[in-house]
């Protein structure tokens, strides 16, 4: 699992050993990508104080584990680890390297002078630093956790945007090129005076805001190598793709904060950013190359930003997959993206496959097992296998420390569809005890669900829809089976209580939608917008209804004027009801789509 070079690191202590950090923190970072997670956080723990680099690695697997589990424990560990990095970077305590370096064996509390290449890796950390914090804070789904956010992604993006510059400039000097290549340019036009709210403009990201008792940075302006010209333009580009990729995918009711805050975000330029580092040989380079995975995988086709089409980025992800083969040839974190691509292609026998080879890959790996068997637990949803998916959400109940709510939901509803009535009751009694975070769109929902379910047993064809209603609102019909969608059309044809027509209408015409039936599809969507005229009914389902009606309309132009209309009537006519920040992020989407056929 270790390369020779790792162990000959890894064996050899702090004592008068002048380690190649940037080999070292990039070999941890390849150790846990090859399915070495106590490995790799060994070997940074052991160099933790070693480096900035080897400090930043240490906090990265922190991060990494709190972003696959979203684990509470994980998440505050987390943040700390990363806020312990940041402190390191921005002074020089515990900074073996700088101190002997400089100071040889013995250190001082005064100023530091460090190299430029060591100034701006500093630097490209502490953004980071901001960056993983801002995530973590987003993923609270609270209004203040929004701000918060905010203000840390203000800060990361300051400094990414002044080394950025700094790189660019220092790399067409040494090369001689008297004007930047359109990649560069792209990004100083999203970057340039007059983007700014007034009082930003010409704001200086010269160095972090750090207190006055924190060692400030001074540096030698030394030449800096091609080589390490072009390991520093990987690892800003991790980060600054990164942060473009977040901030154009924030729901548009957050992008006026966004550019208020000064900043805004461009995918492209984002993922061109990604690129670039993923051919870089920084620490963070292998890093890049997951992070395009998951946008091909992940967030393309949840957010529709591609429309209907949901296996828009599959060329994408299956040549990145390729390319790096070699390189990581038994990775279950590879191995989870091929089932990814597999299942987004319907080919969910293969998927259940990868799958499970990956939990063998990964035994002593916890977090990557939530993740696959959580992908196994819902292949086994849209193939309606109730039994299967229901082994798969006990297990994640049992193991998994997120949402232990949601996962009681899902196994209650698999209970229900089996038959097993009064057992799903039980369950659903369980699940408003196991919610902890009441502000989160998710809880709340599975727990306003389960509480109907208090006094009352739930009957079998009332599971069946809210398990085909989680499908919908988590976009997974368009990954089902032919056949698996029509076992679905039957099952919504069974009659149902009055205060369910209007979510059944919903999934009946979002599977006819799927099968490419147009005509009853948006029949269904016309009849589910009309359901609020009742008592009791969803509140989501009048405004995703009206979304997918517009979405449908748009594709003929005799329709198109009536079908935008309806887009931008689901966003302004609609509030407060379940997962409005989603739909909002998938109308947005659909806006822009909208304005490049115009």
């Given amino acids: 699992m270790m390369t020779e070079d790792t162990q000959e690191y890894v064996k050899n202590g702090l004592q008068d050993v002048d380690l190649d950090d940037v080999k070292l923190s990039l070999a941890g970072i390849n150790l846990m990508l090859n399915n070495g997670f106590k490995e790799s956080d060994a070997l940074f723990t052991k160099y933790r104080n070693y480096s900035p680099l080897m400090s930043a690695g240490a906090s990265f697997v922190c991060f990494m584990q709190a972003l696959m589990t979203f684990e509470d424990d994980k998440m505050s560990a987390a943040m700390s680890s990363l806020k312990s990095t940041e402190k390191l970077c921005s ?20 100023e530091i002078i460090l190299t430029r290449e060591e100034r701006i890796t500093r630097q490209i950390i502490i953004a980071d630093c901001h960056l993983y914090m801002a995530m973590l804070t987003f993923v609270k789904q609270e209004l203040s956790s929004y701000i918060k956010g ?31 290549p359109s990649f560069d340019r792209s990004v100083e036009e999203a970057t340039e005076e007059g983007s700014y709210p007034e009082e930003l403009q010409g704001a200086s990201a010269s160095e972090p805001e750090t207190p006055d008792d924190v060692v400030q940075f001074k540096s030698t302006e030394n030449e800096l190598s091609d080589e390490t010209l072009d390991r520093l ?32 975000g461009d995918r492209d330029v984002g993922l061109k950013c990604l690129d670039q580092s993923s051919h870089s040989e920084d620490m963070k380079a292998p890093l890049a190359t997951l992070g395009l995975l998951w946008y091909h ?18 060329q994408d992800a299956t040549d990145i997959l390729e390319e790096n083969q070699t390189k990581f040839p038994s990775s279950a974190l590879f191995m989870f ?50 039994e299967e998916a229901m082994m798969a959400f006990i297990r994640l109940r049992e193991e998994s420390r997120w949402s232990l709510c949601y996962y009681a939901y899902l ?37 306003r669900k389960a509480e109907k379910f208090k006094k009352k047993r739930p009957e079998r064809q009332h599971m069946v829809i809210l398990a085909i209603e989680i499908l919908y609102l988590w976009r997974a019909l368009p990954t089902c089976n032919r056949e698996d969608l029509l076992k679905m059309l039957q099952e919504c044809a069974n009659p149902v209580s009055s205060n369910l027509n209007g979510l059944k209408l919903l999934l009946q015409g979002a599977i006819h939608k799927t099968l490419g039936n147009k005509e009853p599809a948006m029949q269904c969507f016309e009849d589910a917008m009309s359901s609020s005229r009742s008592a009791n009914y969803e509140s989501h389902v009048p405004p995703f209804a009206c979304y997918e009606l517009g979405t449908s309309l748009v594709e003929n132009p005799d329709t198109f004027a009536r079908g935008k209309k309806l887009i931008h009537q689901a966003k302004d006519n609609y509030k407060d009801y379940d997962f409005d920040h989603r739909l909002h992020v998938r109308i947005h989407a659909a806006l822009q789509q909208l304005k490049s056929m115009e």
Avoid at 416 to 430: P, R, S, V, Y
């Fill in 337 to 386: 993206y091929r089932g990814r691509i597999q299942r987004l292609k319907c080919q969910l026998e293969e998927a259940l496959t990868t799958y499970n080879n990956a939990l063998e890959a990964c035994q002593d790996q916890r977090e990557i097992q939530l993740i696959c068997l959580y992908e196994i637990g819902w292949i086994q949803l849209m193939k309606l296998n109730w």
């Fill in 91 to 110: 002074n020089n305590d515990g900074l073996v390297s700088s101190v002997k370096k400089f100071f040889g064996n013995s250190s001082s509390r005064g």
């Fill in 297 to 314: 995988t992940v967030v393309r086709p949840f957010f529709a930003l591609d429309g209907g089409a949901i296996d828009a980025g599959l």
């Fill in 233 to 264: 333009r990987g690892a800003v580009c991790f980060g600054y793709g990164l942060f473009q990729l977040c901030v154009s995918m924030m729901p548009p009711n957050l992008l006026k904060l966004v550019n208020l805050l000064g900043f805004q």
């Fill in 411 to 447: 196994l209650a509803v698999c209970q229900g569809a089996l038959g097993q009535t009064d057992t799903a009751q039980e369950i659903f009694k369980e699940v408003p005890k196991l919610s902890k975070k009441r502000n989160n769109q998710l809880e709340q929902f599975v727990v």
């Fill in 150 to 180: 905010g203000w840390l992604l203000r800060k990361a993006w300051k400094v990414y945007d002044k080394v950025y510059r700094e790189i660019n400039t220092a790399t067409r000097k040494r090369r001689g090129i008297p004007e930047s």
